[in-house]
């Protein structure tokens, strides 16, 4: 009949089109030419009808659309269990973004991302969604290993390894899309990170770019509970609505989690056409929640599947993925009929690609898309028996029990990625050896950090070192009010008071050598009401102590920052084998004795009950001047009522420790 | 040093021990003697202390205690893929009950448990916890295969495949238990399958078995939120105070699910060292819920994972297992931090053995315990690159990446099950050959039975058929009044009256010869007010019509049965292809007119609205008494004042079809 000869028919298939009817042919076959796909029917039809260079017998395995890996960070790879099971911002500021800093380059990025491929073609994807830095090694990995990519550049309000402004980002993005439009397998495409991680001009600029070059725009949208509560009390409305608001959904938009969205968000993305990206295991794995995708699908919303970088997943196994999907609705709902296994599926394949915006191309098995396939072995062990009852039975044998190592062959846009199990674009071995290098770079640099709790702390922002030393003496007081009263003689000059209510945890290490990590709250008290409260981390080196006759300490140097986190962030973060905490209430003076500045604190230790103590301290910068001070600080204890006779060398801290 | 030769020493392998300080050596070697691990601990110190006859170099893969599936059916395998995102009724008893009545025999059980075998073993299990029919079987397809197991004997209040009486099944089990005691592999346990499917006889019985022959009693607990409304509203208790009551916490308990239990029940089980049998896969699948599992391990209870049986999971993936235990315990709390890697895998294995009463031979490795584990490859391209910089790392690259397919080496009882991927106990290409012919057997039965609607009914629990035929004839009417009224003439003898309100659902196929199914809600009405509902199902079949000259009709017989599932239940499966709704009011009486007895009724069609009509029916049981009936039935139309001019051929349902 026809009279041109096709490249290629596969054929004695089970050919799952997940076309809108979702065609199924138990006995079927493929015909392609070039990278599209010519034709799709019964084996006998497209075998009978049409004549091909090439004909390969599939021997009964499943063939169907290649997975769609709708949002992933594949340059992570690199990075794939460089620290488990810990919170998000513990896990994102105390290692990823360190090693982000230390590491990302655009050799890197190729080289994970290839390393990505590798493991995304092995596992039948054949196109992915990828949002991180330098894109343009994204790209290029991608279409080296001859897959279809959406390579989104990320922009963010802070600076990242491949832009120091907003500004340069949106260069770099805007010179990246215009070398890459209209590549046969790559589509560039720009990611302002996330609402709560831009300003509205980022926003705005970052959709204006989208609409010009009329290219796909990639964020996170609502992963979080909290960023929710942020923007309500921020923006006065959801995430949702706020980026409306800006005009980012006029854009082709790919909304990474949705975790978090109500029924009227939901509204507002189906009618703008957004596609959700859902991502259960990184949700599940970083606590963020259960997107409620039963109700996007029935809205209408196009739901796509996706892994997450892989250092939160932490692999880029889709068939998981479809299977968490289908899974975690049901659980969820209550309703063990939702999202079936054919649904789960069409979001894996063309659903997703709607999704993604390139339901024109991919995601189905229609004449004219592109050929992106993939066969499938479905009577390995783990999948026998196969019942043929119902025809839709093969979708559940694939999602419930299917791997993806049952995975045999792999072809994009026409080409043959991977052939019984064969990779044909990627040299394995060749990128593992890379891979190795870094591996054991990334490793050594936490290695030698994670031995200091001083690079630990600077590696979260930047501690200040405070290299100067400090005089100081203690003695028990009972009468508080006596020294009150004697501050006020004239040959002490005040210079400034304070009250302030202080709470501080220590954090103890095994290892002495690490000292000591005091987070300290100061509440400032002004007439009994607190009027503002100080969040402060002291890194308390262990001290080269001398001891006075006088019982003065010289102490070490400390490292100072100020305290961005939780204590529970710090706590999970540093790892502290021991914890003490003391609560005290603190009047202080900074005064001039004798032509020397001092502190003098009257401190009421609470907790635990120690008793009241005065503490007099002065800054020095050496030995000589500190016996100087030290004999001064003594002589202004006396003058001001109380003996050194009883005077205290141990710090609070070892008090306790002493006593408890 | 040491005098003997023991027989193997596994070296150069990174040994996770799972004991309780969690042991691991990056470098390590086990020395087994017998079926028993001799000595753990560094490559060097073994190799240098021990002498083996041989030595096996593990080139560097994770050693490990092998997994303990705690939870399964496994002889179930032979039903994989039945029937997917169903719920748990319609699945039970729509598909896997009928398929049990006809197929479950010994050779299944064997058969089925063996393929379950080949699938555990590839998957790097070790012990499995059974619960099943004919567990003589599964013992010795279990021994065969070389495996550890627990085989559990269901008791049932209904009859089973392998009882027809809850005292058969009791002796089955009592001469099973003393069969099967003190096997070197074997562990003959007792599995009263559930406390709202047994009495408390039974539940007793099955108690003082256990505790007289001191082996593991296997149950489910509290696996659905209504088996705890049940149990609340049947005994004023939840289940696990209500099993405590009838004493079953004395046993050794394995309790499977307990997805909807609170914390004082948690404090129950614990005190009574109950373990419990987490399945997170088939509590997603089947909708039943999230277990409470890091509360669980707080409160020290043992939790252990399953995967339950295949076809609600639909494979028997540990690691799939494993994984999803700890995702989604931080997913449900919101804590990241909870059931970390290291906790999830040690319920895999260590918690695990203890949860299921095995914590003293199996779970970890440590001397004297059995030999039973496995090795697996740790750097798979999917679990590429690994970071050396966190010991305990480790646990999230097994738990978070690796997969079942990288399990290479098997062992258990000190005797290889698999060496390098290839089985040595089991003839896998035999046992497939096997399992094909039973696939196509039930496939056939399924096939057979999906084709009539009627077999479907039948299926799910005797329809009793009626075989008689029916004449009818009805009116539209528009005085009710009347007719009431002449009912009152003495040539009609009331035989009884009836008043109620029909709720009529109408499922309609595709294939109009399957007939239409009728579910009914008859509101029975006494002074206006309910008294009393009715369920009932009517398979209508296709009328094999007659049409008389005085427009009355011989309609052809029905299959009743009563309704015992809901209208919801019906509708998924049977799963019609149109649905229609009629509701009622019907006023009846039975009555004898000139010596025939009639049916009478004055229906008020009310949705949709159709007005009001006078039907007439009467049973017959041949065409001469159908045609005098027949006209009969005319003339007491004409009696009761209506007129047979207006006389409709057609049932409600075919009124409202045409009208809509």
Aim: negative net charge; contains cysteine.
């Amino acid at each position: 009949m026809s009279q041109i000869v096709i490249d290629l028919i596969l054929t004695n298939a089970i050919v799952l089109t997940m076309d809108e009817e979702f065609h199924l042919y138990e006995n079927g076959a493929v015909a392609i030419h070039g990278p599209n796909i010519f034709a799709v029917g019964s084996a006998d039809k497209i075998t009978k009808n049409l004549q091909a260079k090439e004909t390969i017998d599939c021997e009964g395995k499943v063939l169907m659309p290649g997975l769609i890996n709708a949002h992933t960070h594949h340059a992570m790879t690199l990075m794939r269990g460089i620290a488990d099971d810990l919170r998000l911002d513990v896990w994102l500021m105390g290692y990823l973004m360190p090693v982000e800093r230390e590491f990302v380059t655009p050799e890197f990025v190729y080289l994970g991302t290839s390393l990505a491929c590798i493991e995304s073609i092995r596992s039948g994807v054949t196109t992915f969604a990828d949002m991180y830095y330098f894109e343009e090694e994204v790209a290029k990995a991608a279409a080296d290993a001859g897959m279809r990519a959406i390579c989104s550049e990320t922009i963010l309000k802070f600076p990242t390894p491949d832009a120091q402004s907003y500004e340069e980002a949106l260069n770099y993005t805007r010179g990246f899309i215009e070398r890459w439009k209209g590549h046969p397998l790559i589509i560039p495409a720009v990611a302002p990170h996330a609402p709560y991680t831009c300003t509205d001009a980022i926003l705005q600029e970052a959709t204006a770019l989208a609409l010009e070059f009329d290219v796909p725009l990639h964020t996170h949208i609502a992963e979080t509970a909290s960023e929710v509560e942020n923007s309500n009390s921020e923006h006065g409305m959801p995430v949702v609505p706020y980026a409306k608001k800006l005009n980012l959904l006029n854009a082709k938009v790919l909304a990474a989690h949705c975790v978090h969205i109500d029924e009227s968000e939901m509204h507002i993305l189906q009618e703008y056409n957004v596609g959700i990206l859902h991502n259960p295991t990184s949700n599940l794995k970083l606590a963020s929640g259960i997107a409620p995708i039963s109700k996007m699908l029935e809205i209408g919303i196009n739901v796509a599947i996706g892994t997450d970088g892989p250092s939160s997943n932490n692999d880029l196994d889709m068939f998981e993925e479809i299977r968490l999907a289908a899974l975690l609705a049901k659980g969820s709902t209550g309703d063990p009929t939702t999202v079936p296994a054919k649904t789960a599926l069409a979001m894996g394949t063309s659903i997703g690609a709607k999704a993604i915006h390139m339901g024109d191309i991919t995601g189905s098995i229609e004449t004219n898309k592109r050929a992106d396939l993939i066969l499938i072995d479905i009577n390995p062990l783990h999948n026998t028996p196969r019942f043929l009852r119902d025809p839709d039975g093969i979708y559940g044998d694939i999602v419930y029990a299917s791997k993806s190592t049952d995975v045999t062959d792999v072809m994009v846009n026409g080409v043959w990625l991977m052939r019984d199990r064969n990779l044909l674009t990627l040299n394995e071995a060749e990128l593992l050896a890379q891979v190795d290098d870094y591996t054991q770079r990334i490793d050594a640099f936490l290695i030698e950090r994670e031995k200091s709790i001083l690079s630990k702390l600077v590696a979260i922002g930047g501690a200040m070192q405070q290299e100067s030393f400090e005089v100081q003496t203690k003695v028990k007081i009972t009468d508080s009010q006596t020294i009150i009263d004697a501050l006020e003689h004239q040959d002490i000059e005040i210079l400034a008071t304070r009250h302030y209510h202080e709470y501080d945890t220590y954090f103890q290490f095994e290892d002495p050598v690490q000292g000591l990590l005091r987070y300290r709250e100061d509440a400032f008290i002004e007439k009994g009401q607190v009027i503002n409260v100080r969040y402060r981390l002291t890194l308390i080196g262990q001290a080269s102590e001398r001891h006075f006759p006088s019982g003065v300490l010289l102490s070490r140097s400390r490292y100072l920052a100020e305290a961005k986190h939780s204590l529970r962030f710090y706590r999970e973060y540093f790892n502290p084998s021991r914890e003490t905490y003391i609560e005290k209430d603190r009047l202080r003076w900074r005064v001039l004795f004798q032509g020397t500045e001092f502190y003098i604190n009257i401190d009421r230790v609470e907790q635990p009950d120690l008793g009241t103590f005065l503490e007099v301290k002065s800054r020095t910068w050496g030995r000589g001047d500190a016996d100087n001070k030290a004999k001064l600080a003594n002589k202004l204890i006396e003058f001001l009522g109380a003996s050194t006779e009883l005077v205290i060398t141990q710090d609070y801290i070892e008090l306790v420790r002493s006593t408890s």
